[in-house]
């Protein structure tokens, strides 16, 4: 069988402290072998320099770093510096986004969409980078319907993305299903599945309805009854999301993705679980 690629997400730590716990957690992590790891990029660029910063330290430690790069609230000047400073840098892989406009900025910049955003990015360095873009199997919250959601995403990868990363999820027959009916609309690359390990269960329902990823109400009522447990709830999250993988793996995804949230210890032990 095929090895299973492994990707970690990041997010650019903003002290002194944040940055020392990364790389702990970097360290801890490594040895899993990733193909490449990401690291996020704040609504309307507001983490720009800190996604850079972090990105380039991954570099220098021999990792393939791809910085997440959105196109809300940037105008194309703005883009093109980011993207001559990433490739003055040798850095040959970003994830390619709409993103999220902050509270109280005016303008959606020159680029509304991930497609647009995609197409420029080809336009501008040819095939420099490797472009991943996002895939939502459960529907993006803002989308006017599945299938309207669906024909973006087909755009999207049609635009030149290389491959796609998806939303996590807790229902694998969803990501079955979406990607079964993505590639009835021609798209061929690979669509890797997000993976959130559970150790939190305040965090995972906030973050869940921001992003509209749907926790299974078994699994939200069983996380609910442990209380401040947080020793029941890491347990009960490693069974659900390692059963999640297992599944996924056997079913022929082409690799796991895990938003880590800057910690090493849930990913570690559900890759271990899997003999990854």
Request: glycine share 8%.
């Amino acid at each position: 069988m095929k090895p299973i690629e492994l990707s970690f997400e990041f997010f650019p730590p903003k002290t002194q402290d944040g940055i020392d716990k990364l790389r702990v957690t970097r360290a801890e992590l490594m040895p899993l072998k990733p193909k490449f790891v990401s690291v996020t990029f704040g609504a309307g660029g507001s983490t720009q320099q800190g996604t850079l910063d972090t990105v380039l330290d991954m570099a220098k430690d021999g990792l393939e770093a791809a910085p997440h790069l959105s196109c809300i609230g940037s105008s194309k000047n703005d883009l093109r510096a980011i993207l001559d400073q990433y490739r003055s840098n040798g850095i040959r892989h970003i994830v390619a986004l709409r993103g999220d406009l902050p509270s109280g900025m005016g303008s959606v910049g020159e680029l509304r969409y991930a497609s647009e955003l995609v197409s420029f990015i080809r336009a501008e360095t040819g095939d420099w980078f490797h472009v991943e873009v996002a895939g939502y199997p459960e529907y993006h919250p803002q989308s006017r319907s599945p299938k309207h959601d669906l024909e973006n995403f087909a755009r999207k990868v049609k635009a030149g993305a290389n491959s796609a990363i998806t939303q996590y999820f807790f229902n694998a027959d969803a990501y079955f299903r979406f990607v079964d009916d993505a590639r009835k609309l021609g798209v061929d690359v690979p669509i890797v599945p997000g993976i959130m390990p559970i150790t939190n269960f305040s965090q995972l329902m906030r973050f869940s309805e921001m992003c509209g990823a749907e926790v299974p109400r078994w699994v939200a009522r069983r996380l609910e009854s442990f209380g401040d447990d947080r020793e029941a709830i890491r347990a009960f999250g490693l069974d659900v999301v390692t059963d999640l993988c297992r599944r996924l793996i056997d079913a022929g995804a082409p690799g796991l993705h895990f938003y880590t949230l800057n910690g090493a210890a849930a990913t570690k032990s559900i890759c271990e679980r899997l003999a990854l």
